[in-house]
């Protein structure tokens, strides 16, 4: 009996230890989370309005450009998968793969090859445990992404896509993330950032495009515009993704302290029943013992 106690108080001591863990993790998680939304905040403006202003290039132009024109017969695609490098974020990076597996399904089945590039250690690990290969890999820094590693990713994608496809070149690229929409609700979504989809609707007066001239031609516009574009869809995706991986994380951690916390009063209720178990034997047994004594 006493043997048992020892084995309650050993898991009480060990999920109390790792309470503290989940509680210290949730914390961190709380007090990055704030800026990470800022960020997300603050990229976003900036994204959307050079999707805006390539969009009223192409749409007010009839010109011929690898940003917008679709290809005839696409063979190939790559796909940028964002995942984290950490795991205790609950399905964060589960989510995201399964959305790009749907993705690759979907690609394959129309025909095309895809190169995938992949952002995060768990994305690695679950490419390399089916031993699968990607073109590129990118670790570290997915909860805290810089302008730097999102130049660095848009300039292997852009390369990709300016080469032909029979120098190992793409005719599409898709980015996998998680898109922030609330501190409970994420979600995995895809997006195709080029060629660039240009939807052409009717338009109130104040919501219309403006009107661009352009010197010396459009064209030589969107070529400066292709890296841009590229830089900061994908920069505010990894500033999507953090912030993601963050709320993930704190919820998990906060739902593992809430477990800890049911897991030690269980074991301590048990030890007490153990405990109270082990009074009673004893005393069982001197009164036993006594009236053994009385009876002789």
Known sequence: MGAQIRVYRQKIASTSSMK??????????????????????????????ITRAVTAVSSQHEIDHVLTTEPENPTRAAVLILSSDRGLAGAYSANVLRTAERLLTRLHEEGKDTDVYVVGRKAQTYFDFR???????????????????????????????????????VDEIHVVFTEFVSMVKQNPKVLRLLPLEVVEEEASEEDMLPLYEFEPDADEVLDALLPKYIESRIFNAMLQSAASELANRQRAMKSAGDNATSLIKDYTLLMNNARQAEITQELTELIAGADALNNS
């Open 20 to 49: 503290k863990i989940f509680k210290a993790m949730e914390l961190i998680a709380t007090s990055r989370i704030t800026r990470a939304r800022e960020r997300v905040n603050q990229s976003l403006p900036y994204a959307e309005a």
């Open 131 to 169: 031993d699968r290969s990607y073109a590129r890999l990118w670790t570290g820094q997915t909860d805290a992404p810089n302008a730097e590693r999102a130049i660095e990713i848009g300039e292997a994608l852009v390369d990709a896509f300016v080469t032909d496809t029979a120098d190992g070149g």
